[in-house]
C-alpha cells in the first residue's frame, strides 16, 4: 500500500469532481469547518463525527523533568492541553479490512 498525504487543495479536488459546486464554495465550506473545530476544542468541547470519530481535548499530564530532543537540556513541562482523536468503529473496521488485504 502507498502512503501519501491528502491535503485541504486535495479534498477541495475531490469534493468539486465529486459534486457541481465551484472550488472557491468548497473552500469557503472546508475552512469554516475548521474553524468551528478549532473553536469548540478550544473550549474544551469534542466534535463527533459518528462513523468517523471524535477529536477532543486531552489533559496531558506535566513531568518535573523532561529533555529536549534537539538541544539534550533538561527542562519541566507543565500539565497541558493537546488536541486528540478517537477513530469511530466504522472507521477502525475499515482499516482493520485494509490490513488483512495487505497481509493477502
Not at 500500500?1 to 487543495?9: A, G, L, Q, Y
Not at 473545530?37 to 470519530?53: C, H, S, Y
Not at 529533555?67 to 488536541?83: D, F, I, M, Q
Request: aromatic residues 6%.
Amino acid at each position: 500500500m502507498s502512503v501519501s498525504k491528502v491535503t485541504k487543495n486535495d479534498l477541495i479536488d475531490a469534493v468539486y469532481k465529486s459534486t457541481d459546486i465551484e472550488k472557491q464554495e468548497i473552500a469557503k465550506v472546508i475552512d469554516s469547518f475548521l474553524l468551528c473545530t478549532r473553536e469548540a476544542l478550544e473550549k474544551g468541547g469534542t466534535i463527533e463525527l459518528r462513523g468517523f470519530g471524535t477529536f477532543e481535548p486531552r489533559l496531558r499530564k506535566g513531568r518535573s523533568v523532561a529533555r529536549n530532543p534537539r538541544t539534550g537540556e533538561k527542562l519541566s513541562v507543565e500539565s497541558h492541553y493537546v488536541a486528540a482523536f478517537r477513530a469511530g468503529q466504522q472507521l477502525k473496521n475499515n482499516l482493520w479490512n485494509l490490513n488483512k488485504k495487505d497481509e493477502k
